[in-house]
């Protein structure tokens, strides 16, 4: 498996400057089934030839764009590919490798827990394989940290909401700190907030970090003005949450008031259409403001990206000096959701690899 990890990042390797592929870095925002590679989905493949399933239906190449309903149509594909717990335990390992080769140091992946009768998978043995991937990873000596979020899919409503609140739960009091939190994530077109709003608070009361996915369409800013009065640990993407993305002051107000970091993704977004081109990008608003901005993949898999690249991308656009970069990447570590011990572990680290 770290022959194919490798093999997929020399490949990647030609786009990117060894500066940003040995910077070490921060993923904050991945989704576990969108973040696998090429040869993955070719190894998942040849377990179900019978799904009839190619690779155009599960990645979107370099300069392509897809909508956000077309985009989502990319992840049932996957969950088809991706449905017992043997499946599951290769994707998480790879995908961790993967990040490893990368040289992201500390990673927290998100998914949304999945039952599937016909494979006898449950939400909890589904979690119990990441959990399990993650420390096979730790015990080969992969040099990462590895924590888990367990993901909401608004796609499910209210009840599912709260029994996933529960599994997470007994899974951060039991996984000596894997679990630290959770995610709300799914079409962002479909259902409410509001209607989640209950099992978001037990959560956060019960001590479980919160990141949400909060404006990534237009349409959201009503609920986002609700979410935020949680509020949130972090945000993922908050597209249109600045005046200057067809937000207002008084949401802009709300995150600055609580210091809440955004989990920005510019090739998501871009391929996504939610952002015309990436100088659009809402990365610009809030890195000007000072405000803590943490470069992420969202689904590097489905993406075709790295985050390597997504830095380079950053740099490029928006004009950053070296020193920047490695002052983006060094700040990210203050938004990790794992513990302060860890936080000082990982600038010591940062301290080391600066002067090697
Ligand atoms: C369409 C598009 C531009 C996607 C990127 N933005 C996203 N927005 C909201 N939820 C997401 C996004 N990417 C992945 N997810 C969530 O992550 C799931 C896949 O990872 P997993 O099965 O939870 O392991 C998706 O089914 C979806 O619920
Ligand atoms: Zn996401």
Known sequence: MITQALFHFVMMDNEVDVFYREL???????HLNGSVSCPTIEK??????????????????????????????????????????????????DVIKEFAADGVKYLELRSTPREEKHTGLTKKSYIETVIKA?????SEGVDIDVRFLVAIDRRNGTEVAMETVKLAEDFMLSSDGLVLGLDLSGDPTVGHGKDLLPALQKAKNCGLKLSLHLSEVPSQLEESDLLLDLPPDRIGHGTFLH??????????DK??????PLELCLTSNVKGQTVARYSDHHF????????????????????????????????????????????????????????????QQLKQKWIYLQGN
């Open 44 to 93: 998942l493949i040849s377990r179900k030839p019978h799904l009839n399933i190619g690779h155009g239906m599960t990645a979107i190449g370099k300069g392509q764009r897809r909508t956000l309903d077309e985009c989502f149509q990319v992840f049932k594909v996957i969950h088809q590919l991706v449905d017992t717990e043997e499946d599951i335990l290769m994707v998480a390992t």
């Open 255 to 260: 995150v600055v008031k609580h210091n809440i």
């Open 284 to 343: 610009k608003h809030w890195y000007q403001m000072g405000h803590p901005s943490v470069i992420c993949t969202d689904d590097k898999g489905v993406f075709s990206t790295d985050l390597s690249q997504e830095y380079q991308l950053a740099a490029s656009t928006f004009d950053l000096s070296r020193e920047a970069v490695w002052k983006l990447s060094h700040d990210a570590i203050d938004c990790i959701f794992a513990p302060d011990t860890v936080k």
């Open 134 to 138: 993650i420390k096979q990873c730790k």
């Open 243 to 252: 005046p200057a993305m067809g937000g207002s002051q008084g949401l802009v």
């Open 24 to 30: 070490p870095k921060v993923e904050l925002h991945a």
